[in-house]
Nanobody
Framework: QVQLAESGGGLVQAEAGGSLRLSCEAS????????LGWWRQFPGKQRELVAT???????NYGSSLWDRFAISRDSTKTTVYLQMNHLKPEDTAVYYC????????????????WGQGTQVTVSS
């Protein structure tokens, strides 16, 4: 099993050039994983990709987010960070950490794990 511990959500003001940094640490016993990252979900909508990063450090951003958001990971490759700058009210959502392509054992099928989600609220 993989556990994802998220932190860093909260309330920020857009007019102050609001920024937040989300963190997600993956723990547990597993053989490998492909990517760590973040998706977000607006009320009544499906989740959408924010950004993911592979174990090789290659980022992948959702459309039109790369100029304000930056994803990175630590040297252990088990913690991923999402730096969000110039936040807008339309960024208000629940942000979910994801561990993609996890193999619990060498021959296990790949599965994805989700965190509990952290609320990000941007006021105008």
């Amino acid at each position: 099993q993989v556990q994802l511990a998220e932190s860093g959500g909260g309330l920020v003001q857009a007019e102050a050039g609001g920024s937040l940094r989300l963190s997600c640490e993956a723990s547990g016993t597993y053989f490998s994983l492909d990517e760590l990252g973040w998706w977000r979900q607006f009320p009544g909508k499906q989740r959408e990709l924010v950004a993911t990063i592979t174990t090789d450090g290659l980022p992948n951003y959702g459309s039109s987010l790369w100029d304000r958001f930056a994803i990175s990971r630590d040297s252990t490759k088990t913690t991923v960070y999402l730096q969000m700058n110039h936040l807008k009210p339309e960024d208000t959502a629940v942000y979910y950490c994801i561990a993609e392509g996890v193999r619990l054992h060498r021959d296990s099928p790949k599965v994805d794990y989700w965190g509990q989600g952290t609320q990000v609220t941007v006021s105008s």
